[in-house]
Structure formats: structure tokens, C-alpha cells
């Protein structure tokens, strides 16, 4: 690839279609995942259980109290958290596939980036074992949000399919 091409790159246009495509994939992670904790919550009776959970360890760290409290600003900490987060994975994984271009073998840190951040969300689990939250909600709800960004990035970068034969 020339120096021009790697410069037409980084005309304004195209770095707002990488950040937009960074912030829909993290969202479209952020909401997989806000429904499969949704779904959970319902089915065991107790709406927002999950977010104020993990908001409350956000919050209080290890030594909260069990059950969390009703509060409207642990799900509010959590939501902000969790949504910050998904676009950081969404937008580092824009940044990778567009760069792959030029770096081809950089696509495989755009599709693996969410198992990897799933993979640190189990292992925080382990160390502090929020209350009220099962492995399962996560194991679940990371993997299908790491599929949806993924899915949302190679969809968005259709060039670089070519890069899984």
C-alpha cells in the first residue's frame, strides 16, 4: 500500500465511519448482554437484580452487602460502566479492522477482543462472586455479546472476510 492510500484513510470521513462502527458494535455487545441479564432477572422474579448486583461491587467493592440495596445509582453506575466498556471493545476493534488494510493479521484482534474481555469478566466473577448474580448469566451474556460485536464489526468490514480462509 502507498503513503497516499494509508493517507485517504485517515481523511475526517472515514475516521468518523471507524468511530461510528466502533460505537454500534459496543452497543449492539452492551445490549446483547443488558438482555440476556434482562431475561434472568425476569425469569427469577426480581428485575434488575443483575445490574444492581455488579453495581453495588462496583460501588462497594468486595465487601458488599448481600443482598444489594434498592438503589437507583448502583444500576446507574453499572449501565454506564458496562456501556463505556462495550464501545472501548467495539471502537478498539473498528480501529483493528480498518488497520488490517494495511496489518493484515490485525482482524484477529477485532473478532477476539470481546472473548478476551469476557474471559477477565470470569475471572473477576471467581475472585468476588457478586451475590445474586449466577456464572451462567455471564458466560452466557459475554459470549453472545462478544458474537454481536464481532458480527457487527465483520459485517461492517466486509473486505476483511477474506483474511478467515
Known sequence: MS???RWNDLRPDRLTTHWLNGIVAGAAGAFTVL???ALDDW??????STPRAL???LLEGPRAPVPPPAELSSVLVYTAVHFGLWVLIGLTGASCLAQSRFRPRMWYVAVLLPAVFCIALLMLEALWEPPGVERWTLVVGGLLGGVAA???LL???P???HHLE
Open 150 to 152: 464481532s458480527t457487527v
Open 3 to 5: 503513503l497516499i492510500t
Open 43 to 48: 425469569r427469577r422474579g426480581a428485575l434488575l
Open 155 to 157: 459485517w461492517r468490514y
Open 35 to 37: 438482555a440476556v441479564f
Open 55 to 57: 453495581g453495588n461491587l
Open 159 to 161: 473486505d476483511q472476510l
